[in-house]
């Protein structure tokens, strides 16, 4: 059994960035997720049947780092139950697919990855795994960026990100690779190990992702800048300190070495205040030129957001309503991005002090902190190889943390601090000198709950255990799948089909609760694309029927959400638009007046967004020109 549990987790490292739904809705980012789930549900299974049965499953680490990760999802627990809408903490959307349901399934996959992997060969393996999956995942970036399209087969948008969706997650990923790379290049004592490294750290180097030697983008004013460019700076500076680890692992002399060690720490604080304070640098320089100021603009909503809720904040994934109650109208002038709606701040620690409130970003960083302090010490105070490894995974960690400055959390960031965490709690916090024995655990080796139980109470509680995993497994991966796959194709379904899928929706908790503005963007869009092309009368009628289920659904259903987000109060306008056109002249009015209700609901969120004003003009447009005016709307002269 523990056999089995360690070759799932190990298939698991090795193909998680590959892992993506081709028809799916945001197939990049969700697929991964209810991966980790479902593996996660898999493993634990086996392991707790395999307890009762008295096979070899290892046991649970215990100790500071767990409790760390343990502590800061209990706030995020506790945050969400509080927050404005617990349902998107709990489940996110498909976009993010990081909410607390999430977490749990990772601190489970964690807990049991803690039984099996608990020496120190076990976890250069692991590396060896992910290090050659990085590399496959390398070449695939690589032959994309020279030319080879994967997108019949893979069916993304870009190549940038390939597998991963987007190129600054590509970046977080790309730079661990590199690190462990790094670590095993340096560390192993087999030669095998330090071929596999030293391919990682070279394919990783010159991934697109993170250098621009094979292409140079728009922007960027030298070839080792990639398109992850937040990345690309983090990694000069974090191989720097793993330079300088090396340099200080040479020095013999103990006062030399208390000298060099103090010498280095101020560096890197130096360092750091140069880059998120004083800005005498080129990340600065990269953020006016890349995202202009709007990442300032964020991070001010998320401390306003922050204000007005310090304690626990307004619940994981909520950041969207943060910016629609905050929004500040100079996002909308010339030099910014112009977004009427955002979901993150693009920034980890203002987006938990938003969303978790003090509470969660003293969890968060905690967590990051003991992580770092435990990497560190091993790495000064173990002179073996383990030190240098340690080091390496310190300076991954660090690399990760800066390009966290210019991103959110993703759920393949949060898979690998989750093996970094397991990491430092079974190699960090044990004493290889020592016996086994000293760490502590969960789930001792002596006697069993059951032990004293006759075999066919463990069959039936086995039985138990396997229908617990079969409804989970229904209720967090196959029906929020069968969900995501009907939201990518059920635009081209027939009027009944959808209507059936309208249904299916309103009694989902996925579509009801969490994705219902995902649900039906892509309709809107497909009703825009067939306002372009112009329709008759009779058509727009029978496409106002099918509008009037969806708007039911989303007044009804889910009225919370659906008055706190300017999206879908966006896409309310539209359908009434639609309605306002077709219908006589007798009708028209009704229609208009509603519209013109959702626009006071909006104004209620974010008096000063404009997206109020290009509102009532396509209700205007409709109303005083009917079908035509609602024809007419998406061409360049009316806008």
């Keep these: 059994m523990n056999l089995a549990i360690k070759r799932i987790i190990l298939a698991t490292v090795f193909l998680l960035p590959f892992v993506i739904f081709t028809k799916g809705f945001y197939g990049a980012v969700f697929a991964k997720s209810v991966f980790i789930e479902g593996v996660a549900l898999l493993i634990g299974t086996l392991w707790i049947i395999g307890k009762l049965f008295k096979k070899d499953v290892g046991t649970i680490s215990r100790n500071i780092v767990f409790m760390a990760f343990g502590i800061y999802i209990s706030i995020l627990l506790i945050s969400g139950l509080q927050g404005v809408l617990p349902a998107l903490s709990f489940w996110s959307s498909f976009d993010q697919s990081t909410g607390v349901i999430f977490m749990l399934c990772l601190f489970l996959f964690m807990m049991i990855t803690s039984s099996v992997f608990k020496k120190i060969e076990d976890w250069y393996n692991l590396f060896v795994i992910f290090s050659l999956s990085g590399i496959l995942f390398s070449l695939g970036c690589l032959l994309s960026e020279l030319g080879m399209s994967f997108s019949k087969y893979l069916s993304l948008g870009t190549v940038s990100g390939f597998t991963i969706g987007n190129s600054s997650w590509t970046g977080i990923y790309m730079s661990f690779v590199l690190f462990i790379g790094l670590g095993l290049a340096f560390s192993s004592s087999t030669k095998s190990h330090k071929i596999i490294g030293i391919i990682a750290l070279i394919t990783a180097f010159f991934n697109p992702t993170l250098t621009g030697f094979i292409k140079q983008y728009p922007g960027m004013h030298f070839g080792f800048i990639g398109l992850a460019q937040t990345a690309s700076y983090s990694i000069l500076f974090s191989i720097s300190i793993f330079v300088l680890y090396l340099i200080f692992r040479k020095i013999e002399s103990i006062k030399f070495r208390k000298v060099f060690l103090w010498s280095f720490l101020s560096l890197v604080i130096i360092g750091i205040l140069s880059i998120f304070i004083i800005g005498l640098n080129p990340i600065k320089n990269m953020i006016s030129a890349k995202t202009g100021p709007n990442r300032f603009v964020y991070w001010s909503i998320a401390f306003d957001g922050f204000k007005e809720k310090p304690l626990l904040g307004w619940g994981g994934d909520t950041y969207q309503y943060i910016y629609n109650k905050n929004f500040n109208p100079i996002i909308m002038t010339e030099g910014y991005a112009r977004e009427y709606w955002v979901d993150k701040s693009h920034n980890i620690f203002f987006d938990e002090i938003a969303t978790g409130g003090i509470m969660g970003l003293s969890g968060l960083i905690f967590l990051y902190g003991i992580l770092l302090f435990s990497l560190l010490k091993k790495a000064i105070n173990d002179r073996t190889k383990i030190g240098i490894l340690c080091m390496a995974i310190f300076s991954g960690l660090v690399s990760y943390l800066i390009q966290a400055q210019m991103v959110f959390q993703i759920n393949i960031g949060w898979f690998i601090i989750g093996l970094i965490v397991v990491f430092v709690a079974n190699i960090c916090h044990y004493n290889d000198n020592k016996s ?204």
């Design 436 to 639: 086994q024995n000293n760490t502590k655990v969960i789930f001792n080796k002596g006697k069993n709950k059951y032990n004293n139980q006759d075999k066919s109470l463990n069959i039936f509680i086995s039985i138990l255990i396997i229908v617990s995993f079969c409804i989970l497994f229904n209720y967090i991966i196959i029906k929020p799948y069968r969900i995501n796959r009907s939201l990518a194709t059920y635009p081209m379904f027939s009027y009944s089909e959808r209507l059936k899928f309208y249904k299916e929706i309103d009694e989902s908790y996925v579509g009801n609760l969490v994705d219902v503005g995902n649900a039906f963007s892509p309709y809107h869009i497909r009703m825009r694309n067939i306002i372009k092309k112009g329709l008759n009368k009779d058509e727009m009628l029978l496409m106002a029927e099918e509008i009037k289920v969806i708007n039911s659904i989303l007044a009804n259903s889910s009225i919370r959400q659906h008055d706190m987000d300017m999206k879908l109060l966006m896409i309310d306008v539209g359908f009434y638009s639609i309605l306002t056109g077709v219908v006589n002249d007798q009708d028209r009015l009704q229609y208009y007046d509603k519209g013109m209700i959702v626009v006071e609901k909006m104004k209620k969120l974010s008096n000063q967004n404009p997206i109020i004003r290009l509102s009532v003009g396509i209700l205007d447009v409709s109303k005083k020109y009917g079908l035509d005016g609602v024809n007419a709307f998406n061409t360049e002269k009316t806008r």
